[in-house]
């Protein structure tokens, strides 16, 4: 389990560059919730937005998740309580006013940052025209 990473995966790194180089910032391996003990792999504070790339494996894809051969019970109860996670981070992410958005590890690079920047595109000018 050590050498699994948790942050800064080739995915990341690549929707990441794409959405710095469209003038995005943006908080790496952020708690979105002060009291919540969860990270979003990219947290844009000021438009409430926290971005997911998931692992095919680790989170369960419904396209790609194999079952393991080896110690079956453990990992797949294993995937289900990740899985489990993930929706209670996205439930309590929204009552608090976030948007959250979860990626796929195989989904192209470009088509999620594409998504990100207009999604916090779209933010920041809805909060631009609540403050006219």
Not at 108 to 124: D, G, H, L, N
Request: some cysteine.
């Amino acid at each position: 389990m050590q050498a699994i990473r948790s942050r800064d995966t080739t995915p990341e790194r690549m929707i990441r560059r794409l959405v710095h180089a469209q003038g995005l910032r943006y908080r790496v391996a952020a708690r979105p919730l002060p009291g919540l003990r969860r990270t979003a792999d990219m947290v844009f504070r000021p438009a409430k937005i926290a971005v997911f790339i998931d692992g095919c494996y680790w989170h369960g894809c419904p396209e790609h998740y194999v079952p393991p051969k080896t110690n079956p019970g453990y990992w797949s109860d294993k995937v289900a309580r990740n899985i489990a996670r993930d929706r209670d981070t996205d439930q309590r992410l929204t009552e608090a006013g976030w948007t959250v958005l979860r990626f796929w590890e195989h989904e192209p690079s470009a088509e999620c940052a594409a998504q990100i920047s207009a999604e916090v595109k779209q933010r920041r000018n809805s909060a631009r025209k609540k403050g006219d």
